[in-house]
């Protein structure tokens, strides 16, 4: 029997990017890839949605002054595949990285929607 290897070019869209990481676009797979703490993720929309919603439920303020709390955060999504282990630093990074990503799709939407009622 042949092994057959197939590849799919695979084409990134680059939505945001900071010194810490990138998130790109993928629409060949209708999905998102995070590149960040030295691994590249993938994620559909609504896990991404559940990302930044755990992302941001942190309090960075709170556990910097709470000197019992661990500088360590575990961050693991239901129905997700990846789970990341970051310290308070890398979360800040991350906060900015998806901030980002969802200020660029606002943007977006906002310049497909004015460009479709002038065109119409």
Known sequence: MEVTEVTYATEFTEVFTTKA???YQC???SCWYIDFAGKLARFDYRCL???NKAINVIDIEKRLLD???PDMEI???CACDDTYVLTLTQIIAFKE???GTFVMLELNNIICTRLYRTAV
Request: charged share 15%; no cysteine.
């Open 27 to 29: 629409d060949n797979e």
């Open 67 to 69: 000197s019992s709390s």
């Open 21 to 23: 990481g990138a998130i």
């Open 97 to 99: 990285l998806l901030q």
């Open 49 to 51: 949605l559940k990302l």
């Open 75 to 77: 961050i693991f999504i």
